[in-house]
């Protein structure tokens, strides 16, 4: 079975270390795995991006169409992603939007939640929609936005939440019980979203 | 046992295991992550392990380590062969006895800015074998690999990765340590082979050269390493008239593409770039009609594939596709996208459909760009300020004075809001381009702004030139304390740590030994006097040097020094958004007007207490947070 998990964001929210721990949590498991970084800018403001790879893998880049999941950290971000989802394939949105210089001072040039939706809709993506900033804020953490997701990714995508939080106190070892909650409240935000979704279904 | 290894890591890994003895280099993207990874290991390991101050200077150490018969590294990016090279030539005519190892580190893709350059051509003028690097696993086992084809052959060799491969990271089957004889550093006498003063001494040394590289295809044209992987690998598809030839990083794409879309095709991959495997090429030509060549940058393989498939009287034609027909581009890296468009044209049909591109289209529309700035409490952001300010005061039209800018963090005075630096080249460049300037006869000043490593890199031969030339300048030397863009490595002006033991060498002091009259020291959080001084610099008939000092501040802020932050009195604040516009600190707000409120800014908890924004505000609605608020 093959997993893609395409992360981004802008420097400073985490989407390396998200994508490490992914990575970490594939080795443990035992699977195959490529793991590419961007390294690049995002210290100075820049975007960043990880791409996690498990399974019979070759490529360290997810090819058009094939991402079963994306986790856009910065909204607008996202729009980089359109290609790369699979159809069918789940995008987790962050409502997090960090303006440059020229759109600080015209905010309204920045675009619209809902025609981001609709782009992602019309490429055939399922949407997830959080404001994991706000949670994380809640928890008294608000660094661990990132960790807030990796509750959401875990429930979503399936992952082995015994695994995950092990590699997770690996990776993170201070501010231990924070981001426990933080990842807590992620996994039940997605659970409860799903009952809720059966419910309406039914 | 496995192990999740970026490709730089695993680099390390087969440092490690191979028992190397000195590692040199200098930093670069995507390289530096080998000695940044295994400098806090050098107690442990009991090796040498250091940034050199720049490419040749690590080039000629590792070279003497191997001189004296031991295991050794060097590291670089591309552009730092270039550095190299002059050396490198000479090192590669006399050999070695000790294994040397050049690690080179391609960016197809400009992905760290700079020339896509591809070093595979170095290998050809070097007169030096080199092995390019298609997965992580290689990356481990090739070093020792090259460490082996090194000593057996005598001379040195290119192991070539790139971004992709660099940067990648993968689980990772790791070996054993080498158990080598300890051996004592002996170096023999011998001019004929280590001195360049003869002619007969020369073409004798270039003919070895030449031998030694046809011995290392021999070893690595049927090699197969600790963990399974060959060199030169030819696998045919019984049936298929359709080949690839391939080397490199597109090595992922393509097995990926063989993967989804179950293509039966026969591949050669070539592991050895120079020299090339001409008889398995060959053979490999004999077998298909149709070939595509896979390799990134510049169409070397595809060049010599069209020499050796060039048919005699009566041999069949193989139709070769690639770059030198305009199938696949010779810029940037290949997308997966790119290799299957170059499978379609080869196999003449179409695999799979493509997103919408109309979707794709109006994304790439709506998407936000980020231009790159100065980090929060960046002292570059105080030097472009005062420059910027300096010449104003001065009655300077803003692009009247021409600034040359130069590699690392100082070149993003380029951006907005500062736009300052109008060029950027090579290491150190930016002080021989402004004497050419002034040469030229440009009357108005010209100023050079550079970072401490870069100067110490290649700064210090343009500056003397400057002296001894007599040209009015004006030398703004960035001085942070880090090589920082490249992830904070120590240089010859960083201040000691207390665990390694280094003399830290004064810029000042380096360029009034140089001959400069004019050397004045500036701390960029303070611009009153920053840029009166840069003013009496500009107006300086001779070239004078302002050194702008202060430590990069995510290096002081990790070393727990900490400045009074700032905070916005909102009754004062008119929402001018000067400071804003003048110094873009990412820790700024502006929060426009809404219905209830006027517009203010916000200086948030990432401040780090430079200070500039205060000295901008026409208000005074900036201050400094005191304790316990």
Redesign the interface.
């Known amino acids: 079975m093959e997993n893609n998990f395409y992360l981004i964001g ?1 420097g400073g929210q985490g989407v390396i270390s998200l994508g490490q721990i992914l ?2 949590y594939a ?1 443990k498991k035992g699977e ?10 995002a ?5 960043a991006h990880s791409e996690v790879r498990m399974g ?6 997810i ?3 094939s991402a079963d999941l994306v986790v856009v950290m910065e909204l ?2 996202g ?2 992603t ?2 790369l989802v699979k159809p069918g394939g789940m995008v987790i949105l962050n409502k997090k939007k960090i303006y ?2 020229d ?3 015209h ?1 309204e040039k ?2 619209k939640e809902a ?2 939706a609709y ?1 992602f809709e ?2 055939g993506a399922k949407l997830f929609w959080i404001d994991a900033g706000e949670i994380a804020n809640e928890v008294g953490l608000p660094l661990a936005e990132n960790i807030v997701l990796l509750g959401v990714i875990t429930y979503l995508a399936s992952l082995d939440k015994e695994i995950i939080l092990t590699v997770l106190k690996e990776n993170i070892p201070y501010e231990v019980e924070k981001n426990m909650a933080a990842f807590d409240r992620g996994y039940k935000i997605a659970e409860e979203n799903k009952a809720e979704k059966e419910k309406g279904e039914a | 046992m ?3 290894l ?1 490709g730089n890591e695993a680099v390390v890994e087969g440092i490690i295991e191979a028992g190397v003895e000195v590692v040199s280099g200098y930093p670069g ?2 390289s530096t992550e080998v000695i940044l990874t295994l400098l806090p290991l050098v107690k442990e390991l009991g090796i040498h392990i250091e940034w050199s101050v720049n490419e040749k200077v690590a080039a000629e150490i590792a070279a003497g380590a191997a001189w004296a018969g031991k295991r050794a590294l060097t590291t670089m990016k591309m552009s730092g062969v270039n550095v190299a090279a002059d050396s490198l030539a000479s090192i590669a005519y006399s050999g070695c006895t000790g294994g040397l190892v050049i690690f080179v580190a391609d960016d197809p893709g400009a ?2 800015g700079m020339p896509e350059q591809d070093s595979r051509y170095y290998a050809k003028s070097l007169v030096i074998p080199m092995l390019d690097l298609a997965s992580q696993q290689e990356c481990l086992d090739y070093v020792k690999l090259a460490l082996e084809i090194s000593e057996k052959i005598g001379g040195p060799i290119f192991l070539r990765s790139t971004t ?1 491969v660099s ?5 990772i089957e790791t070996g054993k340590k080498l158990k080598l004889e300890k051996k004592e550093a002996h170096f023999e006498r011998n001019i004929v082979k280590y001195t360049k003063a003869s002619s007969a001494w020369c073409m004798a040394q270039h003919q070895e050269a030449l031998n030694r590289l046809a011995l290392a295809l021999k070893i690595a044209d049927n090699y197969v390493t600790e963990s399974g992987i060959k060199v030169n690998k030819t696998h045919f598809e019984p049936d298929s008239p359709y080949g690839v030839i391939y080397a490199g990083a597109v ?6 593409a063989l ?2 879309y179950q293509l039966k095709i026969s591949w050669l991959k070539i592991g050895m770039v120079h020299p090339l495997p001409e008889e398995r090429i060959k053979e490999f030509l004999a077998k298909v009609d149709r070939v595509l060549i896979l390799e990134e940058l510049d169409p070397i393989i595809e060049k010599e594939v069209f020499r050796l498939a060039s048919p005699g009287d009566g041999e069949k034609k193989v139709k070769i596709l690639g770059k030198l027909d305009h199938l696949l581009p010779l810029t940037g890296n290949y ?3 790119q290799v ?1 468009g170059a499978l379609e044209v080869l196999l003449d049909t179409q695999l799979e459909v ?3 591109p109309q ?2 289209q ?3 529309e ?10 929060v409490g960046c002292p570059h952001r105080g030097t472009y300020f005062a420059l910027n300010q300096a010449i104003k005061n001065l009655k300077y039209k803003k692009g009247e004075i021409i600034i040359t800018g130069d590699i690392g963090c100082t070149i ?1 005075g380029m951006n ?2 500062f736009e300052s630096c109008w060029t950027e080249v090579a290491m150190g460049a930016s002080i021989g381009i402004a004497q050419g300037f002034k040469w030229a006869g440009i009357k108005k000043p010209v100023v050079a702004t550079i970072g401490d490593s870069t100067f110490f890199h290649a700064g210090i031969p343009p500056l003397i030139n400057a002296v001894y030339q007599q040209v009015p300048l004006t030398v703004i030397i960035l001085d942070n304390g880090w090589t920082a863009m490249t992830g904070f490595e120590e240089n010859p002006g960083t201040i000691p740590l207390k665990e390694v033991s280094r003399t830290r060498v004064d810029i000042a002091e380096v360029c009034r030994g140089c001959g400069v009259k004019k050397v004045n020291t500036i701390d960029p959080y303070r611009p009153e006097e920053a840029i009166k001084a840069i003013m009496e610099s500009l107006e300086y008939p001779e070239v004078s040097v302002i050194v702008s000092r202060r430590e990069c501040a ?1 290096q002081a802020k990790r070393r727990e020094i900490r400045l009074p932050q700032r905070k916005v009195d909102i009754e004062k604040c008119t929402g001018c ?1 000067i400071c ?1 516009n003048t110094l ?1 600190c ?1 820790a700024m ?2 929060h ?1 007007k809404e219905e209830n409120n006027k517009p203010y800014m916000e200086i948030t908890a990432d401040c780090f207490g430079c200070g500039l924004c205060a000295f901008t505000c026409p208000t005074g609605a900036i201050e400094v947070i005191k304790d316990g608020e």
């Open positions: 802008v990575a970490d080795l195959r795995v490529k793991f590419f970084k961007e390294v690049g800018m210290q100075r403001g820049g975007p019979e893998v070759f490529g360290s880049r090819p058009p169409l607008a971000e729009l980089k359109l290609e440059p210089l759109l600080m001072v905010p920045y675009p025609e981001i782009l019309e490429a | 496995r192990k999740l970026t993207t995507p992905h760290a992709e940067h990648t990271a993968s689980n090595e992922g794409n393509f097995r990926e993967k989804i997308s997966f996208r299957k493509d997103p919408d979707l794709l109006r994304a790439k709506l998407e936000v760009k980020r231009p790159t700035s100065f980090c993003l907005q809001p995510l958004r804003l873009a990412p707000v502006f426009p």
